[in-house]
């Protein structure tokens, strides 16, 4: 029993890190909807600013006095910049422009403070205490008071000041705000200021007990998500609560771990039983179908109608191969145009699950990665030949993904987004990252595959292996076209636009959300697999979870309900085609900067996604040509194609 | 003909060492010329908190001294640097650009580049003689790392401990890939084999707190807490076992003796904390160790020497001293060739590297065929000796 005390006192440090970091997480989307994934790179870069201050000679409580400010400026500036223009867009939309500001703060740190290691001055007192027998730093203590404090006073200021109560009604309904007197757009500005004012005090207070460390701030990040999972993004004392017990189950585990019994998988318990607890909760208290007064998100991104051009497929295709050809030689090219098409079947799946369904799914990787180390466990271990291997672990990840998908069944929008990269972290803890399993860092061999007994070795025969890879991408294509506009293509869209209405006319939901989760998890698992075999080992690093966010952010930005969308994704993927010309173009410390900039412009201003995009451009500028004296509109162009979807098919 | 005259062939490099060291302080030497002889260095930087960009400054530092000394063999050195990025698309991509240039062999380091740019680089017959972190690197065919890596650190530093009369220790690992696996063969079980009672905690990397991971490997008062953690969670391990009166003494890889990271840390920590070191760079009375700090000075902005900077410092000299041996020969499977067979190849300011002894972990032979630890402490913030000058291994 004393252990047990004893341990969760000691956990009361990370649990105070992880509630803090929720606050402001909770506070951002009560302010403006926004799922804020850059919350933790804020503070990170505020902490940064507070060490160059105090570096510069400014006395500790001046530095953190500045800090706060220029963090308040900062928030106000990313609100204007990017949040605001995006203030009608899908969920999705802002969550991707997040991962947007992350990218872009991430690797403008580098740039801006340089790389050496930073010692950051402690606020709070760190002098050892003594609890329960047990010493341990001071600052642990003041942590969880500060943390207290903050949840009593924000749940007190949003409960009973008028900017509090202005705040919810702006987030419920910004109409009904504006003619109540209130600027939802100050409003907004104010509570990202306030947010990130936040992150700030987070960054400078935590810093001290985490370390400047971009590794570390990352990974906070999921742990407070969580815990603003469980406060429903909007109670701020069932967040800290939920940050604290996370906090302490962890730090339970690790007194408790080496007692468990030798079978149960103990690598990444940590990490991952605080988020099958809350995967089960939400499932448990989520609600089957929407209730009336659920709010719509905004348009979600445009369903192109999947028609399917030979033309452009053989285009297509020719390119694919001359460029082969012309690459022979350079393994860079060769490897980038082959990953390319790779990464384009996986984000394919993304089209399935997310474009045509409407359901944000932040484990894309995982299923990807599944079928990569079931590959190698078929091929390698048990000497399956090649093509029966590829179906065989794409097939196994579909009860995988049916059981991810049971989730979105009661859960929703960004809080599905949440719980799937729970799941997605619970995968890489327990199965990816364990060496029985998966090999570990070192990962697992894959053989060379030969088709009918003729080697399309990767390494000897790179074209060879870009044409098969070739095939299988238009055969998922063509299968994604057709399944757009089929029946069940069509109960997917039904699905995404409005669920009620959807039951309402008769459509299965669960079973539409249940085939989609299974057919994507399918595709992407071919995907992994495919790239198993490329790169001749594979190991758990390439499907993390953060990979599988920047999979979502770039498959949103490249038109994640379209076909063509699905494979430029996989082009613009990193360690694609673009990621090589554009590395050898760009300055390299640079390139993490641009690509943040370039997805967050990206987003607001295209928000079909740029394959859309292009494909309107070019029908526009085809029509100019027939018609040069009566240049049309874009309206002319596209509305009445979504017209005629809408009426032919009964969705859009 | 380079396989059979290897052996013989490679004994002189001892004596090229010495050549090079005295090049330096000498007057310097014909400038090379013809066509490059290519090395790649796979480094890691741009990553804050995770900085490895010293190893690119050490083979930088190398190929500027080589190439005002006759380079190798009169060729000049081209260094084909590769940042990994901590990324293993970025590190595959890697393995392909050493491919595409022609790399002769890899040296350096890269967390994840051994589990995915190893596999791009073997087929192509290119060696890799950087330092080994993940177990690719100590098992791939075309691996011939010129030092150990912890595979030789951690059973040196439990023979250290074992020396020192240690009852009982605690390991604290990483909880990721391979974490439980080198905490168990490469310190539990030597450690066991001494009889001494072991405990082992995991604990992810980047934790939030490491206090109650701390707490829990501290419990039996144990003599010695080993760290399996990398330099930047060295400082934060260090400091929460000052807050806690860790009474014990802390043990961690070379990378954690860095000046920064025992920057804020108590200083009765720091006093009884030991590691490995797989060089001499910071023996004062040594030749080679002393070419390396002027070149340090001359060619790299005067930048602080370091285990990281030594080692690919080390690495790329010790390559100029098999390629000068080789001659007109030279290229990435001659080199292979010979590292396969060769015995008695003197490592730039380290031992030997024997390719008929490879070291044995849980029982299998691997590709670590230097095996020779220092193991060193902090005095006055400057790297010292910890046991007498003297080499040790955790294999013979």
């Not at chain 1, 995967?279 to 399917?308: D, N, Q």
């Not at chain 1, 999979?551 to 996989?570: E, H």
């Amino acid at each position: 029993m004393h252990d047990v005390l004893l341990f969760a006192v000691l956990g009361l440090g990370a649990g105070a890190v992880y509630a803090i970091l929720g606050l402001g997480l909770v506070l951002v989307h009560r302010g403006s909807g926004v799922v804020n994934f850059a919350h933790a790179a804020i503070a990170l870069f505020a902490a940064y600013v507070f060490v160059d201050l105090t570096d510069r000679g400014l006395d500790h409580w001046t530095a953190f006095a500045v800090t706060l400010v220029l963090a308040a400026c900062g928030g106000v500036l990313i609100y204007f910049l990017v949040i605001r223009p995006l203030r009608e867009a899908p969920a999705l939309a802002r969550l991707v422009a997040t991962l947007g500001v992350l990218l872009t703060l991430q690797s403008l740190m580098p740039i801006v403070f340089g790389l050496d290691a930073r010692t950051v001055p402690s606020l709070l007192p760190s002098d050892p205490v003594e609890v329960l027998g047990v010493t341990f730093g001071r600052d642990r203590l003041w942590l969880l008071g500060i943390t207290i404090v903050l949840t009593v006073v924000l749940s007190a200021a949003y409960r009973f000041t008028r900017f509090g109560r202005a705040t919810q009604a702006a987030a419920e309904n910004e109409k009904g705000a504006i003619l109540l007197g209130y600027s939802p757009t100050m409003i907004g500005a104010a509570n990202w200021a306030i947010a990130c004012s936040l992150a700030a005090v987070a960054g400078i207070l935590i810093a001290p007990i985490t370390s400047l460390s971009a590794t570390t701030f990352t990974l906070l990040i999921l742990p407070a998500l969580a815990a603003a999972l469980v406060g429903r993004f909007s109670s701020f004392s069932l967040t800290a609560l939920t940050g604290v017990l996370i906090g302490v189950t962890q730090s339970e585990i690790t007194r408790y771990q080496g007692e468990l019994p030798g079978w149960f998988p103990q690598q990444g318990l940590k990490d991952a039983l605080p988020f099958l607890v809350i995967i089960v909760a939400m499932i448990v208290t989520g609600k089957l179908i929407p209730r009336r007064g659920t709010l719509s998100e905004g348009r979600p991104p445009f369903a192109t109608p999947g028609l399917i051009r030979p033309r452009w497929v053989l285009v297509g295709a020719a390119a694919v191969m001359l460029g082969l050809i012309v690459a022979e030689g350079s393994t860079t090219y060769e490897s980038a145009i082959t990953y390319s098409m790779i990464a384009g079947i996986v984000s394919l799946s993304l089209v399935v699950v997310t474009g045509y369904v409407g359901q944000i799914s932040l484990a894309q990787m995982s299923f990807a990665g599944v079928g990569a180390f079931a590959v190698s466990k078929l091929a390698e271990e048990n000497g399956v030949p090649f093509l029966p291997a590829l179906a065989l672990s794409a097939l196994i990840a579909v009860p995988i993904g049916l059981l991810i998908g049971l989730p979105a069944l009661r859960v929703r929008g960004v809080n599905l987004a949440i719980v799937t990269i729970g799941a997605a972290v619970a995968i890489d803890s327990f199965i990816f990252q364990n060496t029985d399993w998966s090999g570990g860092f070192d990962g697992l061999g894959v053989p060379k595959p030969t088709l009918f007994g003729w080697s399309i070795d990767p390494a000897a025969h790179p074209q060879r292996f870009g044409a098969f890879v070739l095939v299988v991408l238009i055969a998922c294509a063509v299968m994604v076209c057709q399944l757009r506009r089929s029946d069940t293509g069509r109960r997917m869209l039904a699905v995404r636009d409005n669920e009620r209405a959807a039951a309402a006319n008769g459509v299965n939901v669960a079973a539409t959300k249940l085939q989609a989760f299974a057919l994507s998890a399918f595709i992407a698992a071919l995907g992994g697999s495919i790239l198993a075999y490329q790169s001749g080992r594979i190991s758990f690093q390439r499907f993390s979870p953060l990979q599988s966010i920047f999979l979502v952010a770039i498959a949103y930005t490249a038109g994640i309900a379209s076909v063509s969308g699905g494979i430029l994704a996989g082009v613009l993927a990193g360690g694609g085609l673009s990621f090589v010309l554009v590395g050898e173009l760009v300055l390299d410390d640079w390139y993490g900067v641009i690509s943040g900039v370039v997805l967050i412009v990206v987003v607001i201003t295209q928000p079909d996604g740029m394959a859309v995009s292009w494909s309107r451009l070019t029908r526009r500028i085809g029509r100019l040509r027939a018609r040069p004296h009566d240049a049309l509109t874009e309206v002319d162009v596209v509305q009445p194609v979504e017209r005629r979807m809408t009426v032919a098919q009964g969705t859009r | 003909m380079v396989m059979n005259c290897s052996r013989k062939a490679l004994v002189a490099v001892l004596g090229i060492g010495a050549l090079l060291a005295s090049g330096l302080v000498g007057t310097a030497a014909a400038k090379p010329s013809g066509d490059p002889v290519k090395v790649g260095v796979i480094y890691l930087t741009g990553v804050a908190g995770l900085d490895l960009g010293n190893i690119l400054t050490g083979a930088e530092a190398a190929t500027s001294y080589l190439n005002a000394h006759d380079g190798i063999d009169g060729r000049p050195v081209e260094l084909v640097p590769c940042n990994e990025k901590n990324d293993p698309a970025v590190s595959n991509a890697c393995g392909q650009k050493f491919v595409d240039e022609g790399v002769v062999a890899v040296v350096g380091l890269g967390p994840v580049y051994g589990a995915n740019g190893l596999a791009v680089t073997t087929p192509a017959n290119i060696p890799f003689v950087g330092t080994p972190v993940s177990t690719q690197e100590f098992l791939a065919p075309n691996s011939y790392p010129f030092l150990g890596g912890s595979a030789a650190a951690f059973p040196a530093m439990a023979k250290y401990a074992l020396g020192q009369g240690i009852k009982k220790a605690s390991i604290l690992y990483a909880d990721v890939g391979a974490g439980k696996l080198a905490a168990d063969a490469l310190l539990s079980d030597p450690l066991k084999a001494g009889g001494v009672e072991v405990t082992t905690v995991p604990e992810k990397i980047g934790a939030a707190d490491f206090t109650p991971a701390l707490v829990q490997a501290n419990q039996g008062d144990p003599d010695v807490i080993f760290l399996l953690f990398s330099a930047e969670d060295c400082n934060r391990i260090f400091k929460a076992a000052g807050q806690i009166g860790v009474k014990a003494r802390l043990a961690a890889s070379g990378s954690c003796l860095e000046k920064q990271v025992v920057d804020g840390v108590n200083p009765a920590i720091v006093k009884g904390l030991f590691a490995n070191s797989e060089t001499l760079f910071y023996v004062k009375n040594d030749k080679q160790a002393e070419l390396y700090r002027k070149a340090l000075k001359k060619y790299a902005d005067n930048a602080s020497p370091s285990g990281f900077s030594a080692g690919s410092f080390s690495q790329v000299m010790t390559l100029a001293g098999i390629g000068d041996t080789l001659g007109a020969d030279l290229s990435a499977q001659s080199l292979l060739d010979t590292l396969k067979t060769a015995s008695g190849i003197k490592v730039f300011m380290g031992t030997e590297l024997d390719s008929a002894a490879p070291a044995k972990l849980a029982g299998a032979a691997t590709h670590v065929f230097n095996t020779d630890q220092r193991i060193v402490t902090l005095k006055n913030g400057k790297v010292v000796e910890a046991n007498e000058n003297q080499w040790i291994s955790g294999f013979k």
